[in-house]
């Protein structure tokens, strides 16, 4: 459903991703793994647009060629995007940080689902987003995105800064939103029993290239762990 | 100050504040435009007094034009000159973010020297199209004249029409700020483009508008302004830098604070003036702002969340 085929992306003269493919298959959650430098949030960046992809590069969703499209285009057509680092409106009370993601659909008030989710976003919805928890952000940031009736939701990162003992939690949350919602998500990540606890496929990056795919049948945990290891 | 009685500076105190109403509108809506522009889109906006006299000019123009053509029409023209002014700068506006502003986004240098360019631009376009004479409006017989509130204050009715739009406005944008789907695309876009576009929001669109309605209230502030002094290229250049000082003191980002400030500053304005000759007064005015971001660095009203 979700197609890219021979992605590039530079900054100036220096080649960040080259000639990379990827699909990804309805209601599969991919880990994208690698170290720092890697160019896993240059790709995440160029998928959703903030960053633009060279000549010949093709992002497809269910046969609409999105690569030449704005950011926001790309969303209304199915893409989401949590960026590493949350990036929520700091000054934005929580429930009108939800609200930014509703533009691109009819709803006028936020879903009953996003608050059975997250319930600590309902008890908090008049704090501002700044004024939150790392962990709280990032459900937060979830949350917006998730509003926008994503295909496909790209999370960078995810448990950056997120305390280890609820990390497993967060695994599990995400495969409750790729059930709930039919969606199709990629995870860039480096905690490997995170993505070994949430993910069906995984992929290696390296130098801007994926130099190792698996299924959850076969993976090596120990090969990853060695791209993995500095 | 040693000559007057206590009673007779009470009685300079109440009326300079009164007959600094009108300024203060003035200050108020011109910060109001900066707010957006500077506090929320951040960017310096050297051009901004033009479209306070772009404003002033349409209101002259058009009461011109009334006096001229709908004789019978002369006491209601102000009602739909306030709107016209608006509708004037903001269409000016939305084409300056178009072709100028959005380029140059997060290149502060740049955006004040090509904002200076536009304003050497446009005072030489109102010389060149509408004249270097001053000009101004014919203000229909309601707004003239004033109301005696007591035996010693006589409030000037232009002033309390003014401050009373003012008001309106403040109300009317916060409550467009918080309570519309275009005041929160706005709010986004103003704190993080990118994430803003990333979620759907078209942002070159929303930073279009945003500019134009910054510039369409400094066209009512012009509008406003008609009712206190004449018109003239270059009128605005002499409130450009106190609306900044405005701005900075009430703390960028919070509309409580630009009004408690523009009020302050003049009404503290006009009441120095009467004591001291107006350099002193600056100078008197400059120290107290001196003292107030001393004491508040980020302004009387900053909104403080983690970083």
Known sequence: MFHINSLNVSYGESKVI???????????????????GMGKTTLFKSLIGILGCGSGSSIKMEDKELSSEPSFIRVRNGLAYVPQGRMIF?????TDNIRTGLDSTEEKSVPDYVYE??????????????????????????????VTKPKVLLLDEPTEGIQPSIIKEMAEKLKTIRDMHQVSIIVAEQVLSFALTACDRF???????????????????????????? | M????????????????????????????????LYIIFGQMGVINMAHAEFLVLGSYTM????????????????????????LSFGVAFGVGYLVEWFLISRLYHRPLDTLLATWGLSLIMQQCFRSFIGAREMSADLPEWLLGSWAASDIIDIPISGLV??????????????????????????????????????????????????????????IAGAFFTTMASTSPSAGTNYIVDSFLVLVVGGLGSLVGLFVSGGFLALLSSILEFFMTGSIAKVWLYLVIFVVLMKFTRGLFSDKVRS
């Open chain 1, 90 to 94: 700091p000054n934005l009370s929580v």
């Open chain 2, 60 to 83: 002259c123009l058009f009461s011109k034009f009334v006096t001229e053509n709908m004789p019978a029409f002369e006491n209601y023209y102000v009602i739909f000159a306030i709107p």
């Open chain 2, 162 to 219: 003014l401050l009373l739009l003012t008001v309106f406005l403040i109300v009317g944008l916060a409550l467009f700020k918080t309570k519309t789907r275009m005041g929160l695309r706005m709010q986004a876009t103003t704190q993080n483009r990118e994430m803003t576009g990333a979620l759907g929001i078209n942002t070159k669109m929303t930073d279009r508008i945003t500019f134009g309605i910054a510039c369409g209230i400094s066209g």
């Open chain 2, 2 to 33: 040693g000559d007057y009685t206590f009673d007779e500076i009470y009685a300079i105190v109440v009326m300079q504040s009164f007959s600094g109403v009108s300024l203060m509108c003035i200050y108020i809506l011109m910060g109001l435009g």
């Open chain 1, 18 to 36: 080259e000639n990379l493919d990827l699909e990804l298959n309805k209601g599969e959650i991919l880990a994208v793994m690698g170290r720092n």
């Open chain 1, 117 to 146: 989710l997250f319930p600590v976003l309902k008890e908090m919805g008049k704090r501002k987003g700044g004024n939150l928890s790392g962990g709280q952000q990032q459900q937060l940031a979830i949350a917006r995105a998730l």
């Open chain 1, 203 to 230: 992929l290696v990056m390296e130098g801007g290239s994926i130099v190792h795919s698996s299924d959850r049948s076969e993976v090596d945990a120990e090969k990853i762990k060695k791209f993995l290891s500095v």
